[in-house]
């Protein structure tokens, strides 16, 4: 986190007393790390003692570097699965809990595509005419590279895109490194609740991120809080994705059963939680690797 603490001291005088009193102690927190094969770097920290946002908070990051031996992938499953058993069909490094789903008929509400075959599609809700308002950002995979997009109001847009594979999200909270006005009249937006995001720093390093929540000892984030996080962190890109007790990570080969946050599925702060999610997306070895 040395390079987050240099890049936050500049811009301290510009901010608010409490703003600087959070932003450093992110920054200067006991974050546990350790690297994992191919070049992938875990970090974990649990504020346990209301240190940023007055509020207790269990964060996980993975930092993918473009020099990292691995390539990006999303998978879903007809019936939900949960993030670990799709992870764990695939041979994937590491995965998070992917985009929004209906819980009872199990498909994707939001587009859907992966390798070139349409997965699903937008739902539209009740007050929009084409698509919700966290169907304004899409995640684009193509070969080894990943960058998000801003879709435009239309239902279909995400068939024009060409590549193979591709996931819409949100809301959309960085582009180009400017903050991305979206609706504050939904409580899912303004409330606290567990969180996945994905973000993008200027050099490529691509970051997954967890926050857990719904529980005293990680109380979950506000989507400004959780953009202030993934600013802190250094992206220039940032999406929200599914989250509430969807929220996920697994890393392959770590204990319980590889779930390194604490999924709320189950009501309790463990590892034991993990909800069955409609897709996912998932860290893989690069396929020469794989070979």
């Not at 006005?181 to 970051?207: E, M, Q």
Request: proline share 4%; net charge neutral; charged share 20%.
């Amino acid at each position: 986190m040395k390079r987050i603490l240099i890049s936050l001291i500049w811009s301290l005088c510009l901010l608010p007393l409490a703003a600087q009193q959070d932003s450093l102690c992110f920054a200067t927190a006991p974050w546990s790390t350790d690297t994992l094969e191919q070049g992938v770097v875990y970090k974990q920290c649990h504020f346990n003692q209301k240190e940023i946002f007055n509020s207790n908070q269990n964060i996980c990051v993975l930092e993918i570097t473009p020099q990292a031996a691995v390539s990006f992938a999303f998978a879903s499953e007809p019936l939900r699965a949960t993030t670990s058993t799709m992870a764990r069909k695939h041979g994937a490094l590491a995965a998070i809990n992917g985009s929004f789903f209906d819980m009872d008929k199990h498909f994707p509400v939001c587009y859907l595509r992966i390798d070139s075959v349409e997965v699903g599609i937008n739902t539209p809700g009740d007050d929009t005419t084409c698509r919700k308002y966290y169907q304004y950002g899409a995640i684009v995979v193509d070969r080894d590279s990943l960058y998000l997009v801003m879709t435009d109001s239309s239902r279909w847009w995400e068939r024009s895109l060409v590549a193979p594979n591709v996931m819409t999200a949100g809301p959309l909270l960085l582009l180009g490194g400017q903050r991305v006005t979206y609706r504050t009249d939904r409580t899912f937006v303004t409330h606290r609740h567990n969180r996945t995001a994905l973000g993008i720093r200027p050099n490529g390093t691509i970051l997954l991120l967890t926050v857990d929540g719904r529980v005293k000892e990680s109380e979950g984030m506000s989507l400004f809080e959780l953009t202030k996080i993934l600013e802190w962190l250094g992206c220039k890109d940032a999406i929200n994705l599914d989250g509430g007790g969807s929220t996920t990570m697994y890393l392959k080969d770590y204990p319980n059963d590889g779930i390194v946050n604490c999924p709320v599925d189950n009501g309790r702060f463990d590892h034991r939680g993990e909800r069955a999610v409609s897709n996912i997306l998932m860290i893989m070895p690069r396929q020469k690797d794989r070979e």
